[in-house]
């Protein structure tokens, strides 16, 4: 998936969500676009300014470094600094927005009721190791196999990547990382 070039929208959501590892609270980062593609997920422990920074390194390095014009979060102290010393002042943040505000971030935690749906299925996680592993697949299949309902297809394909060469867009998908 990492291989996979990719055109993500200018206006990205950033957001944590508690998760529960082994009876231990962690914090589960997740940055998504407009187009409701997830970029980057991380897992930590914290959620001071060093972590914030890893989930932005992190999407800029899937991104191939593009960044964004617009960054939305909640009113974590941690994200103004921490986006400041990833992408300078290129970047217009927008923060302590509310869910009825007419700017939201809706989207990022629309996802989160995602996660939370497979998350209670599996009656946690067992290491921060399996939970690294459930955010990747996650993002494999929340992207690119998971059509939405707003949508009415995948993120990847909101972002011009086309998996539909095939009727199994698995078979498509590990054919693509296969090729570059």
């Known amino acids: 998936m990492n291989k996979i070039e990719l055109n993500v ?12 590892i082994n009876r231990e609270w962690y914090y ?9 593609f ?3 997920n991380v897992i930590t422990k914290g959620r001071s300014v060093f972590e914030t920074e890893m989930v932005l390194k992190k999407a800029l390095k899937n991104t191939h470094g593009i960044k964004p014009k617009i960054i939305i979060t909640d009113g974590m102290k941690a994200y103004p600094t921490a986006i ?10 927008i923060y302590n927005v509310g ?8 989207i ?30 996650m993002r494999t299949y929340y992207n690119f196999i998971r059509e939405h309902q707003t949508l009415k297809h995948t993120p990847a ?9 095939h009727r199994n867009r698995w078979m498509t998908l590990l054919q693509k990382s296969n090729t570059k």
């Open 38 to 40: 997830l970029i980057a």
């Open 157 to 165: 394909e909101e972002v011009g990547i086309n998996l539909t060469t």
């Open 84 to 93: 400041k010393n990833v992408f300078g002042n290129d970047v217009t943040h």
């Open 108 to 137: 990022i935690e629309r996802y989160h009721g995602t996660y939370r749906e497979r998350d209670k299925v599996m009656r946690g996680l067992e290491s921060v190791k399996t939970a690294r592993q459930m955010n990747e697949n």
């Open 28 to 36: 589960s980062w997740n940055v998504l676009d407009e187009n409701r």
């Open 9 to 20: 929208g200018e206006v990205w959501h950033v957001d944590e969500q508690q998760i529960k």
């Open 99 to 106: 869910l009825r505000s007419r700017i939201n971030n809706n």
